[in-house]
């Protein structure tokens, strides 16, 4: 099976352009911040840890105010973003390694949706990288109005992560999601049709 790297910006489309391919090329959409929401659940060394490194009060009651809170705490303070990266992020990875190890065994596609590909340095492990992308006035407003983030929130979000300008010239392909879900679609049925005659 072939491992497809999904990634871009925050509020750019990432999980609408991996679902749609997904179900294009037959295969199965994996969301990386989803296995980091499972991982930040249930593993309780990782939770211990957190709470020792962020300060109490941040963990516990409802799973989506949790995540509410280390939003804000950790785009606050650089510190507390590089100490929850550290935590999670070599259990994501391990988790998503583990599955590609897996999923290339077997016929069909792998589409993971992996936002920080590039600043993790994961390019080697996919087989195309696809980039969902638009303009920086169409994200803004997505991290405002859809998300109901602070402009200072969704300022500090944008900027800690890597230019999409970059991603995209790193990418091996580009949906611009500007518009509507059947533009999406378009592209993506356009890719989709060049994997299968590529890869078959």
Not at 1 to 15: D, N, Q, R
Not at 19 to 38: Q, W
Not at 64 to 81: A, C, N, S, T
């Amino acid at each position: 099976m072939p491992v497809l790297g999904i990634t871009g910006g925050i509020a750019t489309g990432k999980s609408l352009v991996a679902s749609t391919l997904a179900g294009l090329l037959g295969g199965v959409h994996v969301d990386l911040d989803s296995v980091g929401h499972r991982i930040l659940s249930s593993q309780e060394s990782v939770r211990v840890q957190l709470e020792r490194e962020l300060g109490p009060g941040v963990l516990g009651g409802d799973p989506v105010q949790e995540r509410q809170r280390i939003r804000e705490l950790v785009f606050r303070d650089p510190l507390k973003l590089r100490v929850l990266e550290a935590v999670l992020h070599p259990e994501i990875r391990r988790d998503w390694e583990g599955l590609a190890a897996e999923f290339r065994k077997k016929p069909g596609w792998l589409c993971l949706e992996i936002p920080l590909l590039f600043e993790v340095a994961a390019e080697a492990q996919f087989n195309r990288i696809v980039v969902a992308a638009c303009s920086p006035e169409v994200q803004r407003s997505r991290l405002l109005e859809n998300r109901g983030l602070s402009a200072e929130t969704a300022d500090k979000i944008r900027a800690s992560q890597l230019e999409l300008g970059v991603k995209i010239q790193r990418g091996d392909h580009v949906i611009w999601n500007d518009s509507t879900k059947t533009a999406v679609d378009r592209q993506c049925a356009l890719l989709a049709g060049w994997l299968k005659a590529v890869y078959g």
